[in-house]
């Protein structure tokens, strides 16, 4: 049964795109053919009436202090700077899709994009505008899966959609071992006693304490993203 079939099961969501999912098959940049696969699902989301907030990462183009040598503090504001280029790029694919979008960033750069507030996050929102958050939390230290949840929490999103590389979680790397088992659930406190890599600790707390629940599945097929928002059992929720 498709989607148009069915109401969405959720109203308001936050999408958390990774970096490396907008390279496609590159290692690094953005392959907009890619973006754009990826932003027409987000347009049927749209277009079936549910709320869409977007985080994106910025590991296409930065991956932090990878040599050590770098202050973590100006890594970690490289990498917000990286982020804010996929948000633009996200925004344009929605934009050619005729999909009305905002750009937010932590960090004040107001030639390119709105600075983040939250309210008026919220009222685009309520406008049926994409909002696309970017530079993470603003602050070094924090991962863009922790902005995710921060954002979420702060516009009251009834769960974080983590669209990765991988079908689900599961209790091994299943690239590396594949005798690897698949989770269809978990809570969260399994994924912080088992140490499994959902998101960072300080994520998987923020949305624990908030109760926002996260769905992790593949965006290697982007319909996924549809299926998701109307409830087909895909991918592993952690609640």
């Not at 309520?126 to 230290?141: D, I, L, M, S, Y």
């Not at 088992?181 to 707390?205: E, P, Q, R």
């Not at 319909?223 to 952690?238: D, H, K, Q, Y």
């Amino acid at each position: 049964m498709g989607c148009y079939e069915l109401q969405p099961k959720y109203k308001r969501i936050l999408l958390k795109l990774s970096g490396e999912s907008l390279a496609g098959g590159k290692e690094h940049g953005i392959d907009f053919d890619t973006v754009l696969k990826i932003c027409a699902p987000i347009k049927e989301c749209a277009d079936l009436g549910v709320q869409v907030g977007i985080v994106v990462g910025g590991g296409n183009f930065w991956r932090g202090r990878s040599s050590g040598k770098m202050d973590r503090t100006r890594a970690d504001h490289m990498g917000m700077l990286a982020t804010v280029i996929n948000a633009l790029g996200v925004a344009d694919a929605l934009e050619q899709l005729g999909v009305p979008v905002r750009v937010q960033t932590a960090i004040t750069m107001q030639q390119v994009a709105e600075p983040y507030i939250r309210n008026r996050a919220v009222r685009h929102l309520e406008k049926g505008r994409v909002v696309v958050f970017g530079c993470g939390t603003g602050n070094p230290f924090f991962s863009t899966d922790t902005a995710a949840s921060l954002r979420a929490a702060e516009i009251d999103a009834d769960i974080i959609m983590k669209a990765t590389l991988v079908d689900g979680v599961y209790d091994s790397d299943p690239k590396l071992n594949d005798a690897a088992v698949k989770f269809d659930s978990l809570s969260f406190m399994d994924v912080l006693n088992k140490d499994l890599h959902v998101m960072d600790s300080t994520a998987a707390t923020l949305c624990k304490d908030n109760d926002i629940p996260i769905l992790v599945f593949s965006i290697e097929e982007p319909s996924n993203i549809v299926r998701a928002v109307c409830g087909e059992p895909i991918g592993t929720l952690v609640k």
